[in-house]
């Protein structure tokens, strides 16, 4: 059957021929063709009427922006690869969302560290150097659809050069501070900056 040998060449080649190549994925990662949901507790049900998003904390203007102003902010489409530090790694996929470099703008950071916290008490800690300079995202879409529910919606952190722990789900603010403090994971066990190409896995890598 003609399908089981393009199905050998195109596992065999990991999607070589595409530019998919050994070359993309880090050290000790696998390459995950669907979308594996990971979510330490409940998954909450936040309506985009109830939803907002802030910065608060060590600025010179706190900020909060509701689901329609945030809507009116400029957004991009973010082409990226994504790496849990279970293991997995997506390859092409995207995500629909304004910058932090945009969001950070008006606040007037007076800290280089903040914490990001998202409705059910998830927190995950990131320097403001991780999340400038574009690198972060505040995404809303997923491959051209609304985010799921499951994987953040209405609105995650994404954080793709760090492991996917990093990418806050269901967020709903920043909170800038002058030093540095261990987010939910980063707590238990997790390592604290969590650079998929350096394996920062846990405490001890
Ligand atoms: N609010 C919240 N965000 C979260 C998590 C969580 O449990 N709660 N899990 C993190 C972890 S460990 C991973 S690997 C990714 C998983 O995202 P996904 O479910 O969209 O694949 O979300 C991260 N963001
Ligand atoms: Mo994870």
């Known amino acids: 059957m003609a399908g089981e040998d393009s199905g050998f060449v195109s596992r065999g080649f990991v999607g070589k021929p595409h530019g998919q190549g050994a070359d993309r994925l880090p050290p000790g990662q696998y390459l995950e063709r669907g979308f594996p949901v990971l979510t330490a507790g409940p998954t909450p049900r936040i309506e985009p009427s109830e939803w907002s998003f802030r910065i608060d904390g060590m600025v010179g203007n706190e900020l909060e922006w509701t689901w329609d102003e945030f809507a009116r902010l400029p957004a991009e489409e973010i082409?990226?690869?994504?790496?849990c530090v279970t293991k997995w790694s997506k390859l092409d996929t995207s995500f629909r969302g304004v910058s932090v470099d945009v969001l950070?703008?008006?606040?007037?950071?007076?800290?280089?560290?903040?914490?990001?916290?998202?409705?059910?008490?998830?927190t995950t800690n990131l320097s403001l150097?991780?999340?400038?300079?574009?690198?972060?995202?505040?995404?809303?879409?997923?491959?051209?659809a609304p985010l799921p529910r499951e994987h953040g919606g209405p609105a995650r952190l994404l954080v793709p050069h760090l492991y996917f722990w990093k990418s806050a789900k269901w967020v709903r603010?920043?909170?800038?501070?002058?030093?540095?403090?261990?987010?939910?994971?980063?707590?238990?066990?997790?390592?604290?900056?969590?650079?998929?190409?350096k394996e920062e896995r846990y405490w001890t890598d």
């Open 129 to 144: 150097e991780d999340l400038t300079g574009g690198r972060a995202w505040v995404v809303t879409e997923h491959e051209g």
């Open 79 to 83: 082409p990226c690869d994504i790496h």
């Open 104 to 122: 950070l703008e008006s606040a007037r950071p007076e800290g280089a560290f903040s914490m990001a916290y998202s409705f059910g008490g998830y």
């Open 173 to 197: 603010g920043l909170r800038i501070m002058d030093h540095d403090e261990p987010g939910f994971w980063e707590a238990n066990g997790y390592n604290n900056h969590g650079d998929p190409w």
